[in-house]
């Protein structure tokens, strides 16, 4: 693993563009200055891809998505690309409804991707759409386990050859791979799921680590997919020691560790497996 | 009063269907989460249906409406009511503009819902436009006092018997009214007027009891607006004890009471009243 | 400087409709309450202009605007205008596209603004775009030292003077200035710009402000620039004293230090100074 991502982020202060759902999009900015980038948020076609120029990372989430805010997306999707600069995709909800496999499928035909982070139902009905017209199979468990892990790790550097893009394969256990070389990650505590956001904030984190950490993407993504776990698990701490809290509390505290966090910590902290 | 409402609830895990506005949309959906349900947004007429399809329950806030929203709103209305799904109103600012008034009176007409909850001048504004197409008196008072409670309830179960809703009136009384049963609920506290979205929080969380409790609609509406109140007390005692504290940890407050609420200390915290 | 502007707030609990960004908009809502005001949002054409003439101000930030809420700022501001009522502009972003240096500039042509609230680069952007269509000189420095500020003040005041809204010019020093008069104001803490949307706040405060103080703008609008400033120092306080706090507990602090302000504390804690 690659030293000093984080250091690198703090000093240079990635600006990242994020076009994202309205539910959670004060959490993914709000994170991405705790954990050391900038935010910029704009979804106008009459902006969108001005916007992108001035950045160094783009983040592309399909929560809430609309058909203006669709065309933002791929106008900024292919401006990144144009620029080389650094382009996460979060395909919020993919597979539950047709609007949202489609738009997935659709940007990332239209877009090359640096990463895609998504939980594995979501990937799932990427692999599928892909699938569907490519005749490849799509049989996957629903979600990662001691048991399938070495299976879905397979999947996942699968998924990023056809894409090219770091895959960031994200529930009870994460998995982060390239073609060719994987993590598995086990920080994180299952209160995690009972705080909106906490997947729409880790793509966040993951876009300002890749930007200031470009030559690095499969380590900067592992690095914030830990991290993201690590303060869910120092927020967790936390909150048992503080009477009457309770999952409110508990997302502020994750940003909160967020916003401590530094390599040292991480290093210290991180639960990761070459595989 | 039915028991095992919240069990159920935790037990379920309901997804709900919001189209909402975008200033507590967070808070909703935090809520949600911590009530023992499970929020998904979307808002767009292409998805809007598809979506509701999938879940149990539907929750439709016209705060922050607009042409686009109003349309899915519709449609996923109609969906919800042809599956035979929860439907809850939030006639945000209906009196306040044009737009809202018409907006929920159309929706009134073109939906049927399980559950209205408003304050009382967002009922009277819906009643007052129901009231000037077909004659009915439409003189109510401005808020519910012990001196009206009597002819607010008869209001409510009024309400009721039109639309086929129960109604949840909030306000410093809370008044939760099918055609022939009432309730007046007395907990809460004043400083909740002081967060944003306490309104809009209680819609969601009356979503989730009322899907999970198919069959006591009354009673679920009832103990949700309970179990707000109570929350609000609560979360004013932690309050109280935390020095340099405001309005802000109030809202943290209060949403981490709701995640750690079961029936057991609803039941001995609730003050409600059958009338 | 005036006495009892915050009493007066507190007294009037001015309604101030916001057309503001997504991104921000339940920490200006929430703000806005724990000034002692009471917030509306409403972006939509069909019901911008009524909307504002039940309220006593308007706050217009052009963060992520789109075609469709533009249009509605418009609308909001020229109502507004025609019933006298408070008017803020804060030009989220004027300078990193053209769509929101335009927009901006085009508010700016068509309504008359009370308060103009922004950092030194966007007031510069807005400035440049009437420089170049009117030859004025817009060579301004980035950001105001020590060293510059009496050119800057000269700025502010200029562009008061141009516009006829009072200047907020906010940064590590605050300019608050009209054509004649100015304060500098040195309150405010620095990792106030790791949380997103404490200038999006302080416009909304700022708006409340004016509104229970309408006849003197330039004070009431330098008492909540310094308001903010000591909230940030509030909470930057409180934040040292918690173990394991950080940014997101930061936020919190500073909207409850808002909620707890009245006017013997911001006397005693303001760092102002007439120029």
Request: aromatic fraction near 4%; charge should be negative; charged fraction near 20%.
């Amino acid at each position: 693993m690659e030293k000093n991502l984080i250091k690198n982020v703090r000093e240079m202060v990635p600006l990242v563009h994020n076009i994202t759902n309205y539910v959670t999009v004060n959490d993914v900015a709000n994170i991405l200055l705790a954990c050391g980038g900038s935010p910029i948020m704009a979804d106008d076609e009459a902006e969108a891809a001005e916007i992108t120029s001035i950045c160094g990372g783009l983040n592309i989430n399909i929560g809430t998505l609309n058909a203006r805010t669709v065309q933002s997306m791929l106008l900024a999707g292919k401006k990144a690309n144009a620029l080389g600069h650094i382009t996460v995709l979060d395909p919020v909800g993919a597979g539950a409804s047709k609007l949202r496999t489609e738009t997935a499928a659709h940007l990332l035909d239209a877009v090359r991707f640096s990463v895609i982070r998504g939980n594995v139902s979501e990937l799932k009905a990427l692999w599928g759409s892909e699938a569907k017209t490519k005749g490849v199979d799509a049989d996957i468990a629903d979600r990662v386990t001691e048991e399938n892990l070495d299976e879905m790790i397979r999947f996942a550097k699968q998924f990023s050859a056809k894409t090219g893009a770091v895959i960031a394969m994200t529930g009870a256990i994460d998995i982060v791979a390239d073609a060719k070389r994987a993590y598995a990650i086990r920080n994180g505590n299952g209160l995690m799921s009972k705080i909106t956001g906490t997947g729409c904030m880790l793509s966040g984190v993951v876009a300002a680590y890749c930007v200031a950490n470009p030559k690095h993407l499969l380590d900067a993504t592992a690095a914030a997919v830990a991290a993201m776990g690590l303060c869910g698990e120092i927020g967790f701490q936390r909150l048992q020691q503080t009477a009457l809290s309770g999952t409110s509390s508990y997302r502020t505290y994750m940003i909160d560790a967020m916003s401590n966090l530094n390599d040292e910590k991480l290093e210290e902290g991180m639960k990761i497996e070459a595989r």
